[in-house]
Every structure is written in C-alpha cells, then in structure tokens.
C-alpha cells in the first residue's frame, strides 16, 4: 500500500480466538485501521464474533477470507503450530500480516517467512502487545542511557493459572502449546532487548504437565556483557508477574511489564543509595499502540518496532532453551 494513500487498512481476522477479544477495540477505535470481517470454520461463531464487534463479513473459510481483495492486512491468532502455514498462505495472497507470538516455532521458518514477505512487497510482524508501549520505552531508555550502570541482572517472571487446562489448546503438544512459548517468550523477548543480543549460554529447566507439555518453565541466560536473565513462567499458577532490572547504579522495578496499560502505571527506581522514585507512564492500550504500529510500517512511516531478525533471535534463544531443559517429575493429574 502507498503511504500516500489516506483510507483505513481493512482487516481481515483468521479466527475468532481468545486473543482477538483484545486486538479488536483497538482496531474499531482507530482512524487507521477498519476491521471488516472474521473467519472461522465454525460460522455460527464468526456470526456471533462478527455481530459483537460490528463486522460486515464473515467467511466460511481461512482461503476465502484470504482470497478477498478487500482485505488488506490479517490478523492471526490461531494455535502455534498453525501460524507458518497460514502466515505463509496469507503472505502469498498479497496481504500484510500480524500474527500472535510465537510467530513460528523454528527460527529457520521465520527467517523463510520474512524472506517471503519481503519477495511479496508485505509487511509481517509478531504480535507482542507490551513492546509498543510506553512503560517498555521507558524501561529501555533506562537501560540504555546508563540510568542504571553496567547491568548485572535481569528478573522476570510470567505465571498465570488456567483453570481447564483439559479444554485449552496452549496444554496440546501438537499445536505447539507449553509454558516457554506461550508466556515464557515473553521474558526471553525483553531480556534479549534489554541486553543487546542473544545469551551465549543457556541453562534450564521445566515441569510437565499431564497432558504432554511443560506447565512450568525456569530459564538463565547468560550474556556476552556479563549480565544474566532469570525468568520464571507458568500456566498453572497463580498470577505473578514481574521485571526487575538491576544496575550498578539503581534497579528498575515493573510490576504490570506485559499487560503494560494495566495499572501501577509506573516504573519503581530504586538508586544505590537508597533514595526511590516513581517514573510515571501513560495508561494507553498496548494492542490499539500495536496495530497503529503496523499501520504506521505498512504506509512506509516508520520502521517496524520489531525487526524480523529480533523475533529470528528470540525463537532461536527458546530453541535452545527448550533443547537444554532438565524436565522434572510430571506433575499428577489432578483427582477430583
């Protein structure tokens, strides 16, 4: 699409996930963006998904919305190890494309997909909401400006508890469902960004679940400059979640850093000697700042907030996390 041109993107959504609930206030809302239809292979649900938010279409099939030519750009939530197939097959049909994380579950097939898009003339990018908001862009402006010193460790954690984990696609192994990918990606993600660049060492362990993935995660990571991550995640925990960035000079404390518009809208910073301040942050919507991103990139306004070869670099680092896992016991199934 030309930058020059001044109608709202047209949005087609590959199916009425979870997820979507989220993205698609944000699209209604803006003057960018317009969301005209759903597809789903169940049609009472893109009905119903369809008359919720507004939407003037619905298809029948993943191909047919695809095949519309007034859809510009798609939007995929599906399961994990759906997303190269349908990226793929939506990249060829000319439309830019932002799908959920993990964008695949290899780096080697996210590099082959960016390579497409690029041969298509499209825009892809991985969804992750946190990373276009302003709490993150103060975070690593204080990571990067030396606020902090020399960094010596970063913390994060993302636990969450599923309450049917039997009915929830993120605990089946065959759509590429577990704990590193779902929440763990990402503390992987912000630990890379904050720190410059791959771990050149990895070490970590996980705790299966019964029905055939790690429920629980715990990764360190090492890095060139002598800092290291620890993250910690988990699926059937209680919520915790947490960023703390440690300098020689002062700590950076973030207790809402993924769902990042949700309140305390604030940065803790902790100095050596003891003083704390609270860095005030706007409570804007991260998904509605994800999606006026994309539009931004696809109009040649902006370059994308996270470059294909960031997300290459953080499936890769989850590969070799995944690969050096100790697992533990598997966790017994719950008896009622």
Same mark, same amino acid.
């Given at each position: *699409?030309?930058?020059?041109?001044?109608?709202?993107?047209? !949005?087609?959504?590959?199916?009425?996930?979870?997820?979507?609930?989220?993205?698609?206030?944000?699209?209604?809302?803006?003057?960018?963006?317009?969301?005209?239809?759903?597809?789903?292979?169940?049609?009472?649900?893109?009905?119903?998904?369809?008359?919720?938010?507004?939407?003037?279409?619905?298809?029948? #099939?993943?191909?047919?919305?695809?095949?519309?030519?007034?859809?510009?750009?798609?939007?995929?939530?599906?399961?994990?190890?759906?997303?190269?197939? !349908?990226?793929?097959?939506?990249?060829?049909?000319?439309?830019?494309?932002? &799908?959920?994380?993990?964008?695949?579950?290899?780096?080697?097939?996210?590099?082959?997909?960016?390579?497409?898009?690029?041969?298509?003339?499209?825009?892809?990018?991985?969804?992750?909401?946190?990373? +276009?908001?302003?709490?993150?862009?103060?975070?690593?402006?204080?990571?990067?400006?030396?606020?902090?010193?020399?960094?010596?460790?970063?913390?994060?954690?993302?636990?969450? *508890?599923?309450?049917?984990?039997?009915?929830?696609?993120?605990?089946?192994?065959?759509?590429?469902?577990?704990?590193?990918?779902?929440?763990?990606?990402? &503390?992987?993600?912000?630990?890379?960004?904050?720190?410059?660049? $791959?771990?050149?060492?990895?070490?970590?362990?996980?705790?299966?679940?019964?029905?055939?993935?790690?429920?629980?995660?715990?990764?360190? *990571?090492?890095?060139?400059?002598?800092?290291?991550?620890?993250?910690? &995640?988990?699926?059937?925990?209680?919520? #915790?979640?947490?960023?703390?960035?440690?300098?020689?000079? $002062?700590?950076?404390?973030?207790? *809402?850093? !993924?769902?990042? +518009?949700?309140?305390?809208?604030?940065?803790?910073?902790?100095?050596?000697?003891?003083?704390?301040?609270?860095?005030?942050?706007?409570?804007?919507?991260?998904?509605?700042?994800?999606?006026?991103?994309?539009?931004?990139?696809?109009?040649?306004?902006?370059?994308?907030?996270?470059?294909?070869?960031?997300?290459?670099?953080?499936?890769?680092?989850?590969?070799?996390?995944?690969?050096?896992?100790?697992?533990?016991?598997?966790?017994?199934?719950?008896?009622?």
């Amino acid at each position: *699409m030309s930058a020059a041109t001044n109608r709202p993107l047209r !949005w087609g959504i590959l199916s009425p996930a979870r997820i979507a609930d989220d993205v698609l206030p944000g699209l209604i809302s803006s003057t960018r963006n317009q969301p005209v239809g759903v597809a789903s292979r169940d049609p009472q649900r893109a009905k119903s998904f369809a008359k919720r938010f507004g939407l003037d279409r619905t298809y029948a #099939s993943y191909q047919s919305l695809l095949e519309d030519p007034d859809i510009d750009c798609v939007y995929i939530p599906l399961p994990n190890s759906l997303h190269g197939e !349908w990226v793929r097959q939506a990249i060829n049909h000319g439309k830019h494309v932002l &799908c959920e994380k993990p964008l695949v579950t290899t780096a080697a097939e996210a590099q082959d997909l960016f390579a497409l898009a690029d041969s298509q003339g499209v825009h892809l990018a991985e969804a992750f909401m946190f990373r +276009h908001h302003p709490k993150t862009r103060t975070l690593i402006d204080l990571v990067q400006s030396g606020a902090l010193g020399a960094i010596h460790t970063v913390r994060s954690s993302f636990n969450f *508890m599923t309450e049917t984990p039997e009915d929830d696609i993120r605990f089946r192994s065959d759509l590429g469902g577990g704990a590193l990918r779902d929440v763990g990606s990402y &503390c992987v993600s912000l630990s890379n960004l904050l720190l410059g660049d $791959a771990p050149v060492e990895v070490q970590a362990a996980s705790v299966p679940s019964p029905l055939g993935v790690a429920e629980r995660f715990y990764g360190t *990571m090492r890095y060139t400059n002598g800092a290291v991550a620890q993250f910690d &995640c988990s699926m059937r925990s209680p919520l #915790s979640v947490h960023v703390s960035v440690l300098g020689e000079k $002062a700590e950076a404390i973030v207790s *809402m850093p !993924w769902y990042a +518009h949700k309140a305390p809208h604030s940065i803790q910073l902790k100095a050596h000697g003891g003083d704390e301040t609270l860095l005030a942050v706007p409570d804007t919507n991260a998904y509605f700042l994800e999606t006026e991103a994309f539009a931004a990139t696809v109009r040649g306004e902006r370059p994308p907030e996270i470059p294909g070869s960031e997300t290459v670099r953080n499936l890769e680092t989850l590969e070799r996390l995944a690969a050096s896992a100790t697992p533990g016991p598997t966790i017994p199934a719950t008896t009622p």
